[in-house]
């Protein structure tokens, strides 16, 4: 029997996500676990290139803050309306992440990841000097709130809130579309072998560029996403420790499993926020606690529960048939 259909663990899902504005306290816990929507946009981004390609990416968050810029700068300098300044965040960070995926991902392995480590470091010294374009440590303030539609005010936490859920849905749509296509089971041949995959005709570099540019999509979109929800920008998200947090996230969770870092991104925080009567001593719990989870669950949760369930089915699966006993093989005897 099966024990657990994968739709309706969605549509539950869904279903507490929906009803959770009627069962949180206050406003508070709306803003909290908006932020943790936004980031699981991008975690689901993330995941896409380390989880299913097998490309480590550090610079995730600095594309995360191209998106964010992006909408600060239109909207507040330009005047532009936030509808049209969000589709702008990921492509222009989908067109910038085709000029560093170019040269990045003719490295490898940790080389790649060195290399999208500096990358990141000169995205955040870019947004914090560049003053005539970013402003600099002063940061952008007064970022609007995405325009009024059918009826809804998105200043108010509650449909900001059912806003950030919506484009969060249709992330893990879109994902979902392309992990179970030939594209997506393409970037597992890579994950699991370079060699392999290209001795089976993939087109190595091609297909490493599509998995990372709709990989920073998703981070500029959450970045735009962020910039109309937080209405505040400064160069500290564009810091390398968010993209860590994301990695976090898909670790605790399950990389290269659609639903593990969406776990992850809504529960980590959330963990976080629960410890914070410990102020700086949080970590001492917390980290710990990671380093347990990492040791005994290394495929993170979703991950290792998926394993349990195709051990238990291979094990429930019928022995197969032995093989017929070859025939005997007569003597020829010749007068």
């Known amino acids: 029997m099966k024990m657990f259909n994968p739709t309706a663990g969605w549509t539950l899902l869904l279903a507490l996500a929906l009803a959770f504005p009627f069962m949180a306290g206050n406003d508070y816990h709306l803003t909290v676990m908006s932020t943790a929507y936004i980031y699981a946009i991008a975690t689901v981004g993330l995941n896409l290139i380390t989880g299913y390609t097998g490309q480590f990416n550090l610079a995730h968050s600095g594309f995360m803050a191209v998106g964010a810029y992006t909408v600060g700068i239109l909207t507040v300098d330009h005047g532009f309306p936030f509808w049209a300044a969000l589709p702008l965040a990921g492509l222009v960070a989908a067109v910038l992440g085709v000029f560093v995926g ?19 470091y000169i995205m955040f010294l870019l947004i914090e000097k560049w003053e005539s374009l970013t ?11 995405p325009e009024p539609f059918a009826g809804l005010d998105f200043s108010e936490p509650r449909a900001l809130y059912y806003l950030v859920l919506g ?8 994902m ?51 910039a109309g929800s937080v209405r505040f920008l400064g160069p500290g998200i564009a810091g390398v420790e968010h993209t860590f947090d994301m990695t976090m996230y898909m670790l605790v969770g399950g990389i290269g499993t659609l639903l593990g870092p969406l776990l992850g ?71």
């Open 176 to 226: 979902h579309r392309i992990v179970r296509s030939l594209l997506g089971r393409t970037f597992m041949a890579i994950r699991n072998s370079d060699d392999l995959a290209q001795a089976l005709g993939i087109d190595l570099m091609r297909n490493k560029l599509l998995a990372f540019v709709l990989s920073v999509f998703f981070a500029g979109l959450a970045g735009g996403l962020y």
């Open 265 to 335: 991104a809504i529960g980590v925080p959330w963990l976080t926020q629960y410890l914070q009567f410990l102020q700086e001593y949080r970590f001492v719990v917390f980290g710990p606690l990671l380093v347990l989870l990492v040791i005994f669950l290394p495929h993170g949760i979703v991950g290792t529960w998926l394993n349990r369930r195709r051990r238990q089915a291979a094990k429930a699966a019928p022995a197969p048939a032995p093989a017929p006993a070859p025939a005997p093989v007569q003597e020829v005897r010749h007068a």
């Open 102 to 120: 170019l040269v990045s991902l003719r490295l490898k392995t940790h080389f790649f990841s060195i290399f999208t480590l500096c990358v990141g």
């Open 167 to 174: 484009f969060l849905v249709a992330s893990l749509w879109v």
């Open 135 to 145: 402003h600099g440590t002063v940061g952008i303030v007064g970022i609007p709130a």
